[in-house]
């Protein structure tokens, strides 16, 4: 049977990759529903090649030319703009999957609309857990839905689960790039440029994510997800710098045998897995060649470096709503550094803040309007607070601090 599909987030970098696992696999999957941001040229042309039922874009201005853009087109898909346009698209009609590949934290209510319309989740959107893990896992539970990974290091540990008795695992064991800057010293970061930052050596990604992957603080956000997801301590989940990205992810069970999954760095496979399980349809993409890879080599995760990763240990330890202010903060930050408006080292030092400065109404169980009300608190507090840095004086002390 053809399974029906949305995307949200159709014209990044996770939903092209979708929809060119669809465009390979016509007889395996269809689109129903396409939400973008703002490239009205790219996703006018994925309205004509895959014909959805229902569109979003989420810049309401760009709604008309989008009309316009497709006014030749029989039958005409539903047309719908901003925020709500988007939450529309999630829950819509009879699509069995919804791909949530929006960046950021905007993607959490589509996606719990999309759980509870009853449908499952490739989820590509680390901050739907990350933010709102408390209010999402239970209605994941509800609505009875499945929620699959579709990130490569969660799909990675999801594969290597496949046939582990429940109670058999042990450990979780994340693989980092180590970003643009795994070797430069630690002396050379206040002299980073946003260009810098944006050069990963191994994976083609969205401007945020790579700035994440330079800061190691997608690796401490994975950490928080892998919490959720596989309900493992953070004592039990580690992370190992591997500069190669052959090895996706690792898990320890409880012998102590070790179990990797490795491939070419491909987001494909993991959307593909997510979108297939729990069966494996043949591709014709290159295979992974060991002896081309050459030497695969590890190494531990320098802190003075990545203080952010000691920060999402912290805040996932502190639970509640903390995980939310973490994350908005680290948006805004990578927001403004984008911008040039900040320096490379004060995202850390902003993120620090906002963590240090958070008081949380409820520790154990906040609602969807507490995470939502961290979440603006934090961007505020960020945004203000970077009004009033210093400039960079090039130290770069390990934040420790923290909470």
Same mark, same amino acid.
């Given at each position: 049977m053809v399974k029906r599909i949305s995307i949200l987030g159709s014209t990044g970098s996770i939903g092209t990759q979708t929809l060119d696992i669809v465009a390979q696999y016509p007889d395996q999957f269809q689109v129903v529903g396409l939400a973008a941001g703002s490239n009205l040229t790219l996703l006018v042309s994925q309205i004509r090649q895959f014909r959805p039922e229902i569109v979003a874009i989420r810049q309401e201005s760009l709604l008309e030319a989008l009309k316009i853009a497709i006014a030749d087109l029989?039958?005409?898909?539903?047309? /719908? +703009?901003g925020e709500a346009g988007i939450v529309e698209v999630a829950r819509y009609g009879d699509a069995q999957s919804v791909v949530t590949g929006i960046v950021g934290c905007a993607g959490l209510l589509p996606t719990i609309a999309a759980i509870e319309a009853g449908k499952d989740i490739?989820?590509?959107?680390? $901050?739907?857990?990350?933010?709102? =893990?408390? %209010? %999402?896992?239970?209605l994941v539970e509800k609505h009875g839905v499945k929620l699959l990974p579709a990130d490569s290091e969660h799909s990675a540990i999801f594969q290597c689960l496949q046939g582990v008795p429940t109670g058999g695992l042990r450990r979780i064991i994340l693989t980092a790039s180590g970003g643009a800057f795994r070797d430069w010293? %630690?002396?050379?970061?206040?002299?980073?440029?946003?260009?810098?930052?944006?050069?990963h050596p191994n994976w083609s990604m969205g401007r945020k994510i790579t700035v994440d992957s330079a800061t190691l603080m997608n690796k401490g956000l994975e950490v928080i997800e892998a919490h959720y /997801? !596989? =309900?493992?301590?953070?004592?039990?989940?580690?992370?190992?710098?591997?500069?190669?990205s052959i090895i996706h992810s690792l898990i320890e069970v409880q012998d102590t045998s070790v179990l990797a999954q490795l491939g070419w760095p491909d987001m494909r496979l993991p959307l593909l897995y997510a979108l297939s399980w729990p069966e494996r349809l043949y591709t014709d993409w290159p295979?992974? #060649?060991?002896?081309? +890879? =050459?030497?695969?080599? !590890?190494? $531990?995760? #320098?802190?003075?470096?990545?203080?952010? @990763?000691?920060?999402?240990? +912290?805040? =996932?330890?502190a639970g509640g709503a @903390?995980?939310? %202010?973490?994350? +908005?903060?680290?948006?805004?930050?990578?927001? /403004? !550094?984008?911008?040039?408006?900040?320096? !490379?080292? #004060?995202?850390?030092?902003?993120?620090?803040?906002?963590c240090d400065q958070f008081t949380p109404q409820n520790r154990v169980n906040p609602s969807l309007d507490e995470i939502l009300a961290a979440d603006q608190w934090a961007r505020n507090m960020v945004a203000q607070a970077s009004q009033e840095l210093a400039p960079s004086t090039g130290s770069n002390n390990t934040l420790m601090a923290v909470l």
């Open positions: 029989d039958p005409q898909p539903i047309l /719908l +703009a490739a989820l590509a959107n680390k $901050e739907t857990l990350i933010a709102g =893990g408390p %209010v %999402v896992l239970p010293p %630690v002396e050379r970061l206040p002299l980073v440029t946003v260009q810098d930052a944006l050069k /997801l !596989f =309900g493992l301590d953070y004592s039990a989940i580690d992370i190992v710098i591997h500069p190669q295979p992974l #060649d060991l002896v081309k +890879a =050459g030497d695969l080599t !590890f190494r $531990e995760p #320098d802190h003075q470096k990545y203080p952010c @990763m000691q920060l999402a240990y +912290a805040a =996932g330890r @903390m995980p939310a %202010v973490l994350n +908005a903060a680290n948006e805004q930050a990578v927001a /403004l !550094f984008l911008e040039e408006r900040i320096q !490379f080292l #004060d995202i850390p030092r902003l993120i620090e803040q906002a």
